[in-house]
């Protein structure tokens, strides 16, 4: 190494010093072992609010942020054992005045001995203003973060990846933390856990998502309802912000509205619910009436208005207080209920009056009545059951006002009016009854339900008898239908089309038919001794509700052996309604019969709406074609057509084929150049009283040359 001259080095020693006094950095010149400060300049020392005189001689840990002795301490030592070129680092000083100043430090070794460094300079540039603004941004970050923590909506920043951030409200709402889901897919598996549903939402939400990426980049709010992670259904409204131009990037916002909707359920309920009761409230049933008007018009069927209110209900509640009063108005509200259909409307309308609308009562207006009638008498009797008020049994009455509707003819108010003009008339003729707003319903109701009393009375009494009427085939009589007459003891003969019916309905048809039943079996027995009674058929008509009641088949065997009748002679009419009402059971009940010999007709046939596929499956024995198609054989061309079907489908089948309600030589004559030999009919007899059917039968066997027992 070159020695350098005495001026030059002095030269260079004056170079050297006023670079280390004017620079604008801090610089000092440390003894390596000691970590005394040998020489510092002005800038260093302004830095730290000393003079320089006060800082030279010191160590530089005297001038060292207590916190930071030890920072950069294991480079420090590999660069004084020569093993490092510079240190840098980031450390305090204390300034003189107690306050810490943040520095940038690079050391550099100068001087060696020995490989090793004697002295190091190290520069140093003052970062207090820089780590105030990373502390300043650190703090603020923080701030947002516990703001975003609490605030009352749940948050999360989604990117194509997953989640990079959501607050505490977030995971709270749906009950999981982001961390547990790898995805947003997961996520809305993991709380809409309806495939089906799940896609209408995603389809919706991407569609929202669509828009604000179009538009301003607010993806508008969409409601939802998911299953938390406990299980529990909560509504959510779910809206978020679109944040960058990448698609997936993007701010969720979650709001649980699960208590609005709650409220407003419940508001909703008290606006058109009766709380005492349960049942709507009178502005829903006007709601419920004006529909069931809709319907019925749409439909063109009818329905019913029954306006109620409990008898003497104010001296229950003046007497034993209102909490009774309350009680007894659940219990009628719930017996109510159980009187309707589910789509049928139970209303309070006030005070002690309920509403009860039925809707489908039929097209026919006497049905409806008798329907509406029927679901009032069932009201009547479950409210003469006793109530039961703690600890006591109470008795109550209602009165019934019913009034009908047909479409849209009368407004609601006004069958309202009509029902509440019918329940006073219930209650000033006695209470505990239903009066009928129409009068001639109300006669036309009343007369039913004497009928239905008389017609008691009269199977009692044995009113009810057979009329024969002679079935012909090949031009000799084979047998008789016979037809059920009832004769009143003071409305005279009254036609089964009036009593049948009735009959159906309330049930009296099982005694009748099983009384029918019996009756034509001994009938059969009695004729078996007669040579020329002995062959004929009785046929016996059964209605739908007979047959398909669970004993007939016994009825009809039991009848069969205690008679000792021929059940090869005996034929049971059906109709075609019946047999579809359920087939499966028609058909074993048949095939059992007929495994006894028993036979069967299918009546009024071509009335119904029979098929084929099922005529094969019945063991039919007959077909007789409606009366209807018979009449007009002759004039009107569709009725021959028919006619001739039938004929054609019936001997196809290989079933015998009767014509009924023949009244004319013209009318025998068309059947018979068609093939139909059988028929029954005025133009032979009508029904007849069974001593007379019988001398028929006898006087055209002795025109035939047949001669009887009996003759
Ligand atoms: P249905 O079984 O079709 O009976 C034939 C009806 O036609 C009978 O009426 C009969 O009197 C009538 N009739 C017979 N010949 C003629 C004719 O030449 N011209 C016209 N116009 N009519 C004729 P009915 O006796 O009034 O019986 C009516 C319906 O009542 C029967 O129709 C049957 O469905 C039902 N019915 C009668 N008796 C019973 C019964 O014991 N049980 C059941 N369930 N239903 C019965
Ligand atoms: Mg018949
Ligand atoms: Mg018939």
């Known amino acids: 190494m070159p020695t350098m001259s005495m001026p030059a080095l002095l030269a260079s020693e004056e170079r050297f010093r006023s670079l280390f006094g004017q620079a604008a950095v801090g610089i000092i010149q440390v003894q390596s072992g000691t970590g005394v400060i040998e020489r510092a300049n002005e800038t260093f020392a302004q830095m730290l609010g000393y003079t320089v005189a006060e800082i030279e001689g010191k160590s530089f840990q005297h001038f060292t942020h207590p916190a930071d002795i030890a920072a950069g301490g294991e480079q420090m030592r590999r660069m004084v054992e020569g093993n490092l070129a510079s240190v840098r680092l980031e450390k305090r000083y204390l300034r003189k005045d107690g306050k810490p100043v943040w520095v940038d430090l690079t050391a550099t070794p100068v001087s060696h001995r020995n490989g090793r460094p004697m002295q190091n300079v190290s520069v140093i540039l003052d970062i207090s203003e820089r780590k105030h603004m990373e502390e300043a941004l650190r703090t603020s970050e923080e701030r947002l973060r516990g703001i975003l923590d609490r605030l009352p909506i749940g948050i999360a920043k989604v990117r194509a990846d997953g989640f990079n951030f959501s607050n505490e409200r977030f995971s709270q709402i749906c009950g999981y933390d982001t961390h547990e889901l790898a995805s947003l897919d997961k996520w809305w598996e993991a709380i809409v856990r309806d495939p089906q549903e799940r896609e209408l939402y995603l389809t919706r939400w991407n569609e929202a998502c669509r828009e604000a990426r179009e538009g301003n980049g607010y993806i508008r709010a969409m409601e939802c309802v998911i299953t938390h992670k406990g299980g529990h259904s909560r509504s959510l409204e779910m809206a978020g912000v679109i944040l960058g131009d990448d698609d997936d990037d993007y701010l969720i916002t979650l709001v649980d509205v699960s208590q609005r909707k709650a409220v407003e359920e419940r508001a909703r309920y008290l606006a058109y619910y009766d709380p005492l009761t349960q049942l709507p409230n009178r502005r829903l049933l006007l709601d419920r ?144 009854a239903l009066r009928f707003f129409d009068p001639e319903m109300q006669a036309v109701v009343e007369a039913r339900v004497a009928l239905e009393s008389d017609m008691r009375a009269g199977i009692a009494q044995g009113q009810f008898e057979f009329a024969y009427q002679p079935q012909m085939l090949h031009g000799q009589i084979v047998g008789a239908e016979a037809l059920l007459r009832w004769q009143h003891p003071l409305k005279g003969a009254i036609s089964p089309a009036q009593f049948i019916p009735l009959a159906e309905e309330s049930g009296l048809i099982l005694r009748l038919g099983e009384w029918g039943v019996k009756s034509a079996c001994e009938r059969l027995a009695s004729w078996a001794n007669d040579p020329v009674m002995s062959e004929l058929t009785l ?74 596929s099922y005529l094969k499956r019945l063991p039919l024995d007959e077909l007789k074609i409606d009366q209807g198609f018979v009449r007009d054989v002759l004039t009107d061309p569709n009725d021959a057509a028919i006619a001739k079907t039938i004929v054609a489908l019936g001997t196809s089948l290989g079933l015998q084929v009767t014509a009924e309600g023949v009244e004319t030589e013209a009318q025998r004559q068309f059947l018979e150049r068609n093939h139909c030999y059988g028929w029954q009919g005025y133009l032979l007899s009508p029904p007849l009283p069974i001593r007379e059917f019988e001398a028929l039968v006898q006087s055209l066997a002795i025109a035939h040359g047949k001669t009887s027992a009996a003759v």
């Open 539 to 612: 046929s016996v008509n059964v209605s739908a509700r007979q047959f398909h009641q669970a004993g007939f088949v016994p009825q009809v065997l039991a009848a069969l052996a205690s008679t000792g009748a021929d059940a090869r002679l005996l034929r049971l009419e059906l109709t075609e309604s019946l047999l579809l009402e359920d087939i499966d059971d028609t058909v074993k009940k048949m095939a059992h019969l007929k495994s006894y010999g028993v036979g069967f007709s299918l009546d009024d046939f071509g009335t119904g709406y029979s098929s084929l």
């Open 289 to 432: 009436l004006q529909q069931a008007l809709a319907m019925s018009a749409r439909h063109q069927s009818y329905g019913a208005v029954l306006m109620l209110d409990l008898d003497n209900f104010k001296s229950l509640n003046e007497t034993q207080g209102h909490d009774m009063g309350d009680r007894l108005l659940g219990i009628v509200a719930q017996r109510l209920r159980s009187c309707v259909h589910a789509d049928d409307t139970v209303a309070r309308h006030g005070g002690d009056e309920f509403v009860v609308v039925l809707r489908s009562l039929g097209e026919s207006e006497q049905a409806a009545a008798a329907g509406a009638e029927e679901v009032a008498q069932r009201i009547l009797n479950v409210m003469r059951e006793p109530f039961d008020l703690s600890n006591e049994h109470h008795h109550t009455t209602l009165s019934i006002g019913i009034t009908l509707f047909h479409g849209q003819r009368e407004s609601a108010d006004e069958l309202l009016k009509r029902g509440d003009l019918a329940m006073y008339r219930a209650k000033a003729e006695g209470r505990n």
